[in-house]
């Protein structure tokens, strides 16, 4: 199966990153495929920037729908998530939705770990599309401002691991999801520190898109999706806007 890691911000070494810790986990027989965003920004850290990174989600699925068996979009908001089920055939995967799924298997309550405090209520939100706000234990964020977003896990360690123990001693968690992009791989450092399940979001989206590919003959024998309505557009990606007009 071949399955393509698109990271909708543009910074590469976040790419580099979700590619080798889902390449840790995938089956042999997967190809993962990365794509970096082209425009946009070095990461998503709030509603605006990822409503732009959406439009740019749907332009590349667009453009490689048909060479891939399954797509993730590597962000833990999951830009262009829904808009991108609605318009392309192909099984398409949320790092965010993979995650928090994925930790209903490991236990009866989870809290979200993140780099930045503005993802709290969009997280919050987020929770709330999957109806899984019972399961939700909150949300930590490490204090203060992040300069670089490749040193994240280097320079802000110990706040992170602190919130995911506030969150078990005081939230109650026992499950945590260090989310976003930046954060995967980081289980690896803290997992002899933290004393319950820790899921990494590049994990737990390679499983499901490969889950996805297992199952597609399935899927496609019972889906009764149907193509929406051809419309024409002005100012928008001359493929992107094909695929819309059913070309």
């Known amino acids: 199966m071949k399955i393509l890691l698109l990271n909708p911000n543009t910074t590469n070494s976040i790419t580099d990153t979700l590619l080798k810790t889902a390449s840790l986990v995938k089956s042999k027989e997967t190809e993962l495929i990365p794509i970096t965003a082209d425009k946009g920004f070095p990461y998503i850290s709030n509603k605006a920037e990822a409503q732009i990174a959406?439009?740019?989600?749907?332009?590349?699925?667009?453009?490689?729908?048909?060479?891939?068996?399954?797509?993730?979009?590597?962000?833990?908001?999951?830009?262009?998530?829904?808009?991108?089920?609605?318009?392309?055939?192909?099984?398409?995967?949320?790092?965010?939705?993979?995650?928090?799924?994925?930790?209903?298997?490991?236990?009866?309550?989870?809290?979200?770990?993140?780099?930045?405090?503005?993802?709290?209520?969009?997280y919050q939100e987020s929770v709330e599309l999957l109806g899984l706000e019972k399961r939700y234990s909150g949300f930590r964020a490490i204090e203060g401002v992040v300069l670089s977003i490749d040193e994240i896990q280097s320079l802000h360690k110990k706040q992170l691991v602190k919130s995911a123990k506030d969150s078990i001693e005081i939230d109650g968690a026992d499950v945590v999801i260090f989310a976003g992009a930046p954060l995967s791989g980081f289980k690896k450092q803290i997992e002899n520190e933290i004393d319950i399940p820790i899921i990494d979001c590049a994990e737990a989206a390679i499983k499901q898109a490969e889950l996805a590919c297992v199952m597609k003959k399935n899927i496609n024998k019972t889906s009764n999706k149907k193509k929406l309505p051809p419309k024409i557009s002005v100012g928008i990606d001359k493929i992107l806007s094909n695929y819309l007009l059913h070309k």
Do not use: Y
């Open 54 to 122: 959406g439009v740019g989600v749907l332009e590349i699925i667009a453009k490689h729908e048909k060479d891939f068996d399954a797509i993730i979009i590597a962000a833990f908001g999951d830009p262009g998530l829904i808009a991108a089920r609605e318009t392309f055939q192909i099984p398409i995967v949320g790092l965010g939705e993979a995650s928090m799924l994925s930790a209903c298997l490991f236990g009866k309550k989870f809290s979200i770990i993140s780099f930045t405090q503005n993802m709290k209520s969009w």
